[in-house]
Each structure stands twice: as C-alpha cells, then as structure tokens.
C-alpha cells in the first residue's frame, strides 16, 4: 500500500495538461474523420515514457490491482472525475492513462475518499429486500456463458444460486453429455477433435424483439463454432463447424424475430486455411457468418478489413453491427494499435441476401462468401453491403439501444463510449455523419446495457466501474462531455460484460443488472492462485437510489456474458417427451438382447427404481455392443444414469428419456454397471453385472 503525499498536486498538474492539449488538439487523423472528433496529429509520438500505450495499460491495471485493498480501494481513482473534458484520440487517452496510474498510487487512502460513497452492505437491499427465502423461486433466469469451461450457466436472479450447468462444447459426465451417442457425435463431428470450447456470448432467441425462451445460441471463441441450446431440456442439441475462420467471438441474432444467428468472426486467418498464404497476413481474412437459427445451416459469410470482435442486431431487422480492432490488419500487438481508429461495421442485411441471390459471391469451404472489404465493388453504389464507421481505437462491445434507435460501441482502450444513430446508416454520405454522441465515460469501457429508461450502463475495466449514463444526453452534449453521466459505482474488481434483466430485448424489466468482474483479488476466502471471478448484483429499479450493490457471487472461470430472462419466459420439461428424441423408447417387457452376429450384439434395457431390466448381461470379449436405454419413470426428477466405467460410459437418464451408446468390450472380466444418480434408497443396489468372457 502506497500513499503518495503529492498526489493531488499531481492531479492539478496533470488537470492543467489536459487544459492545453485540449485547446491546442490538431484535428487530423489521416482517416477522414470529422474535425469535431479532434484525433490527434499524424507526428504524435506513439511511445510514452519510452513505452506503448497497452503497456501504460497493462501497468495500470497492475497498479489498481495491486494496490486495490476492501471494497473502497477502487474509489481512490474517483478524482479522474474532476478532470475537465477531454477531446478524445490516442494522445488524451494516453495522458488520462497516465493520470489513472497516479490515482491509483492513493488507493490505500481511503480514510480520504471512503466517505464519498456508502458501504452497501447495511442497506435495505442487502438486508433482505432482494432476497429470495428457501423454497422460493427467481424472478429471473440468468443465462451466463462459462468462457473457456465451454459451459452455460443458469443462474437464478436475484438469489445468484446457480441452478444448472448446461455443457456445449465439453464432455460432461454428470449430464452424461458426449457419453451417448448422439451428443458424442455432435462432439466429435462438429469440434474436428476438439475436446474444449470457450463459450463467451449467450443469447436467447426472440420473436417481435421479446424473448420467446425457444433457444439459447452460444460461440465457441476457440474453435469456430457456434452451438444451440434447446430451453424446453436445458440440452444443446446443435452445434456448426464455422469455416473460413478461426474463432467465432460475438454471437447475436438478426431481430424481431431471430431470422438469422450471426457469429462475428475474429482471429484474421487465411481462407480457406488450409496450407497456403501462411505467412502473408495482407491474404487474412475476417467473416461475419449467417446461420440459419432452424437447420444450423451456414447461409454465408462476409468478409471484411481488419479484426472483428463483438456485435449486436438492430431491432428493425435491417442492420447488423460489429466492433472490431486491427484495422492495420498487423500480427502482433503494437502492429495491431498502431492506428487511432477502427471501425464498427454495420452490415445490411437485405442487400448481403441480394448480393448472394445475385451469385455475387465467393464459394469458400462449401460457403458463399460476399467480399465486404472496403474496397469491394458491392460497397460502391448507394447500397453498400457494409458501412464502415471509424470510432476512437479498439471498440469492444456494442449493443443496440432497447428503442432501436441507436448502436452504442465502448471504446476499450479509448475513454468514450460511441452513439451511432441507426436510421442514420442508409442515409448519411458519409458514415461518420452517424456518430451522434461520444460521450467521456471512463478507463477501459468494455460493455453497455439497458434499463428501458433511456439509461446506459458500461463497464470500465480499468477504472473498475460500472457508469450510468443518459443516452439521449449524450447526443445532446459535447463529444467528450461527462455530463450525460448520472452515476457510476464501484466493482470489485475489472468487469467485463454487463448485462441488465432483459437488456438485449425492446423491453427491459429495468429491475436488476449483474457485472461480469474479472478479478476478486480480497472478495472471498483464498482459494489458491487461481481465485474465482466475482459476479456482482445490482438493483437498478430506482433511479432516486442509484446503483444499489446487493451482493457478490464468486464465479468458476469465466463468465463473460450473460442473458436475463423472465421466469414466465421459459417453460423448460418436466420429464421428456418421447417424441422429442429419434430413437425408440424401450418400454418396460420390451427390453431385448439380441446376438446379430459372432461380434455384434444390441441391447434394448430399461432403468427404474431400483433395478435395471438384466441384472446381468453375458458378452464375449471382442463384441461390439449397441445398448439403448430408457428411464421408464414418469415421476419427475427420478434421474438414474448407466455408468460403465472399464468403457468410459456414464448416460445420465431422465424420466422418460431414452440413450444410445456403443462400445466394443475389448476386457475380458466382470465390470458392474451402477446407477449415478442417487434415486432412492436402494440406489446403491441399482446396478448389473456385465460378464466379458475371454475369447477363446
Ligand atoms: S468479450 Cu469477454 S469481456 Cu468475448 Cu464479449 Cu468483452
Ligand atoms: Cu437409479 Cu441410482
């Protein structure tokens, strides 16, 4: 812990800094972008202190990081606040960095700054207004993704009990998921051999712009896919192998009515990448990927200039937005932040479909693939296929306003966040005439989301906060102006996404909003050097009250977002319908052993409590067996399983549901089958003998 007895000086100091460089800021940027925007000039050094700007960057956020001690820690940076607009480009954002540095160098003087925001652990919220008493159930569904566990997580709002782990991307054992046949399959067939996932953005299908609780989609950041979770069994039940790309970050769908699911793609690879142009990153490429959200077929891709990173639909049905970074097109880091602005590109819809109906493609791995790159001849005309809008450097999220009126990008490694006016798009000449806002929010905002009264919320990583902002103010004032700001509060620590109950709909409950924080240094009992992440509920339904902190959940890594859907939303099964799977039930006295050949074998058996339907099953070493079983319970939540562990098998079984694996059992011995789940009281008992005579 430091305490810098010069550190307000400092901050006079820097303050008046800030004062000249606005006043005397060239406005030239060298990207056409309007002279308001007042970017810095072309001869700007871009190493300070003999340093890059993502160094300054990563220091400090060790700085906040190391320093950062209880839940006031974060506050000591809150005189960033009192500094005076700032026009935005690389040179401010590097000064106000530096400024952040300094400020963290106070964090230990909290007996300064603690007074200047309450400690929420003795408000009414936390006291029990929120809670949610044993036997009661959640307002709320949170649907968060578990990052590079290749997980869903369900959540219940506002309790923050975790109800249920759906698995994507990874076997799991407990859901017997990539033990069947279908679900290994699916594995084994859409993932290349992959046998883990990172599951970053979690959305929930809509129809008219409202959550119809049919479908969750989720990408695969590591491998390129994106897979679709059906809401009635909490299952994923599809997975796509995106080509033409190597990561799929954003997920989102074409609104009202999830006509298409889009993955933005992100790593720039060669296309296809199969051996060639290894080493010439200009023959990279990035693509945007339509899938049908019904059959999970690939409809097309478009690529683009430069990295793509996050995106979000338009309501309308019209527009698709997505952030990106390294417009240089570079391959390492300081190549990739070498220019003051990328880009958010707003595709339109309609006229990729036209071009594709027009043969105006591409066959790329079996895909059209539109040419939406800058200099492609379908963005000249009056109806480009992509516009290219050039925002302060890096923008990471985007999200589009619950009105539809706007597209908000969080500017990562700029301080503002930009307003994009969407009808705005198709009209101007000039793309950058749709920036409508850019308002100063913070260090390092990450994310936005929505309460459906007109607020925005977004993360900052850097300064650790999550900031309330006016949007219609922010189009009203100054670029650069932090009046639009109506409140900020402290997260512990580095959020990430944010996401607020209904957010990504046109109707926002406006009630709760949960922050992603990536780091919980001191917030929990240590757990070793791995900690856990700390996901941080808010209630934000009273405008008067402000932000109100209601409580901290320690998180498995790592959740980056997060849907919230209402509980009348979602109508998951109790048991299964058996018409809802293509292989046959096997009813109780229909259980069947049949020898196709001198190797073959099939099974047709049956689970209940608390018997399976052979108490033993005799094969010859070398049989291939094929054994589809069904629970025949109707009572709901009796879950048996059939784990065969000398074959690596555990089928979890819900009432009524029917599995199918096949193994070849290649030892001989006696190997017993049991039951996993605990079903009753002779759950133990539960079990079949398996006798693999040795071949002769
Ligand atoms: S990303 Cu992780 S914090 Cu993949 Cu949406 Cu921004
Ligand atoms: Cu069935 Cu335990």
Request: glycine share 8%; proline share 6%; aromatic share 8%.
């Amino acid at each position: 812990m430091t305490t810098d007895p010069n550190a307000s000086d400092e901050r006079s100091t820097r303050t008046d800094e800030h004062d000249e460089r606005s006043a005397d800021a060239t406005p030239d940027d060298g990207t056409g972008t309007p002279a308001d925007d007042a970017g810095p000039a072309d001869d700007e050094p871009e190493i300070v202190d003999g340093r890059t700007i993502e160094h300054l960057l990563t220091d400090h956020e060790r700085d906040i990081a190391s320093t950062a001690e209880g839940t006031d820690a974060t506050a000591a940076k809150r005189p960033t606040l009192d500094l005076p607009r700032l026009e935005l480009g690389r040179r401010d954002f590097m000064k106000a960095g530096a400024a952040v540095g300094a400020m963290s160098g106070l964090a230990g003087c909290t007996s300064i700054l603690a007074d200047e925001e309450g400690d929420d652990s003795g408000s009414a919220a936390a006291s029990g207004e929120h809670k949610v008493a044993p036997g009661e159930h959640d307002e709320y569904y949170g649907f968060l993704s578990g990052g590079h566990t290749g997980e869903i997580r369900v959540v219940g709002i506002p309790s923050m009990r975790e109800l249920m782990r759906i698995p994507v991307f990874q076997a799991e054992s407990a859901r017997g998921y990539g033990h069947d046949a279908k679900t290994s399959q699916m594995l084994e067939e859409e993932g290349d051999g992959h046998v883990w996932g990172d599951t970053h953005h979690p959305r929930v299908s809509q129809t008219d712009n409202d959550y119809d609780g049919r479908w969750l989609f989720v990408n695969d950041k590591a491998n390129g896919r994106m897979a679709r979770v059906d809401l009635e069994y909490f299952e994923t039940d599809a997975i796509t192998n995106v080509p033409n790309c190597q990561g799929v970050h954003g997920a989102c769908m074409q609104l009202p009515d999830t006509q298409l699911v889009f993955g933005v793609g992100e790593f720039r690879v060669p296309m296809p990448n199969d051996g060639r142009d290894v080493d010439d990153p200009d023959e990279y490429g990035s693509v945007l990927t339509a899938i049908d959200p019904e059959t999970m077929d690939i409809e097309w891709q478009v690529e683009v200039d430069g990295n793509m990173d996050n995106g979000d639909g338009g309501k309308e049905g019209r527009w698709f937005f997505a952030t990106g970074y390294n417009s240089e097109e570079g391959v390492t880091e300081s190549e990739m932040t070498q220019a003051d602005r990328d880009y958010v590109k707003a595709f339109d819809i309609p006229a990729i479909w036209d071009a594709v109906e027009n043969g105006e493609y591409e066959e790329i791995s079996g895909v059209p693939v539109v040419d939406g790159t800058m200099d492609s001849s379908l963005n000249e005309g009056d109806r480009p296929i992509v516009r290219y809008v050039a925002t302060p450097k890096s923008p990471h999220g985007v999200s589009v306003t619950p009105d539809g009126n706007y597209a908000i990008a969080s500017g990562k490694l700029d301080p503002s966040c930009t307003v994009i006016d969407i009808e705005a798009i198709a009209e101007v000449d000039d793309p950058q005439e749709a920036i409508v806002g850019q308002p100063r929010i913070g260090m390092g905002p990450l994310h936005t989301a929505y309460d459906g009264r007109g607020h925005a919320y977004t993360t900052t990583f850097i300064d650790s906060e999550v900031v309330k902002w006016d949007y219609e103010a922010a189009v009203e004032a100054e670029a650069g102006s932090e009046e639009p700001v109506v409140d900020r509060h402290d997260v512990h620590y580095n959020p990430g996404h944010l996401i607020a109950a209904e957010s990504y709909t046109a109707s926002p409950q406006g009630d709760y909003l949960i922050s992603l924080n990536k780091l919980s240094k001191d917030r929990f009992l240590p757990v070793g050097p791995i900690h856990p992440e700390n996901d941080q509920l808010f209630h934000i339904g009273d405008d008067d009250a402000g932000l109100e902190l209601i409580k901290d959940k320690p998180s498995y890594p790592e959740p980056h977002d997060a849907s919230v859907v209402h509980k009348d939303k979602i109508d998951p099964a109790k048991t299964w319908d058996t018409d809802d799977y293509e292989i046959d039930y096997v009813a109780e006295g229909e259980e069947s052993f049949e020898r196709i050949d001198d190797s073959t074998v099939e099974i047709e058996m049956w689970a209940r409590r608390n018997e399976f339907s052979f108490p033993e099953v005799t094969l010859q070493e070398g049989d291939e067996v094929t054994l589809r079983i069904s629970n025949v319970e109707t009572t709901s939540d009796v879950i048996h399983s059939i784990a065969i562990p000398e074959y690596d098998i555990n089928l979890a079984l819900a009432p009524q549901d029917t599995r199918e694996v096949t193994f070849t059992a290649d030892e001989p011995g006696v190997f017993w089958a049991y039951c996993a789940y605990f079903c009753s009281a002779l759950h133990l008992e539960m079990r079949s003998r398996i006798l693999v005579e040795p071949d002769e």
